[in-house]
């Protein structure tokens, strides 16, 4: 059984920074696409980035690039957020998903972890 | 503002069949990308519905089915039972944006 576990969530002043974790098990890590999905507090689910099965690509939403990193340690299948000058706008739950393909435009998302909480506040 | 629009809402009676649309542009749906289309169930992680040329996961009943034209997509669901109540949200690639963009989810409320 796929099996994805966040972690890292938190509160966290504006311009500050936190590091998110998703540790997969499961299914062989390397041939999947990894994402991170984000849902601000009572609204809809946002995009945020995706790293190809092989590590070789990556993509970010406008609203994170060069403010987030995604990457991944293929020897303990985990995903990893790195979150740098935060924003009020960048409160809410971050999920992990595993990329239904290795590596396509025509990627979907399953299954998702249970997601953890980032509050972006003063 | 996402750039795949649906209804806020959409209601029905048990048993009865309620559409969902999700309208895009010549940059995500209406370029070829496949849709994909998500239940969130309140206060759980969403969950992957149909995915692809109208695939469905395992275990997800055939009251779900999807279709596409020009650019926009809609879900119907058939036989509305009272666990559809949920959230549902398509997905695709958007090759203006080089990123994959969520419609604006739509709220099934089964009366």
Redesign the interface.
């Known amino acids: 059984e796929v099996q994805l576990l966040e972690s890292g969530g938190g509160l966290v002043q504006p311009g500050g920074s936190l590091r998110l974790s998703c540790a997969a098990s499961g299914f062989t890590f390397s041939s999947y696409a990894m994402?991170w999905?984000r849902q601000a507090p009572g609204q809809?689910?946002?995009?945020v980035s995706?790293m190809s099965g092989s590590g070789g690509s990556t993509?970010?939403?406008?609203s994170v690039k060069g403010r987030f990193t995604i990457s991944r340690d293929y020897s303990n299948n985990t995903l990893y957020l790195q979150m740098n000058s935060l924003r009020a706008e960048d409160t809410g739950v971050y999920?992990c998903a595993k990329g239904?393909y290795s590596s396509s435009?025509?990627?979907?998302?399953?299954?998702?972890?249970?997601?953890t909480l980032v509050t972006v506040s003063s | 503002q996402?750039v795949l629009t649906q209804p806020p809402s959409v209601s029905g009676a048990p048993g009865q069949r309620v559409t969902i649309s999700c309208t895009g542009s010549s940059s995500n749906i209406g370029a070829g990308?496949?849709v994909?289309w998500?239940q969130?169930l309140p206060g759980t992680?969403?969950?992957?519905l149909i995915?692809?040329n109208s695939n469905r996961?395992s275990g997800v009943p055939d009251r779900f089915s999807d279709s596409k034209s020009g650019t926009s997509a809609s879900l119907a669901i058939t036989g509305l039972q009272a666990e559809d109540e949920a959230?549902y949200?398509c997905?695709s690639?958007d090759?203006s944006?080089?990123?994959?963009?969520?419609?604006?989810?739509t709220k099934v409320t089964v009366l």
């Open positions: 994402s999905v809809g689910l946002e995009w995706i993509d970010y939403a406008d999920y239904c435009r025509n990627n979907c998302f399953d299954p998702w972890g249970q997601g | 996402s990308y496949y994909h998500y969130q992680a969403p969950k992957l995915y692809g996961p959230d949200y997905q690639y090759s944006l080089s990123g994959y963009v969520f419609g604006t989810g």
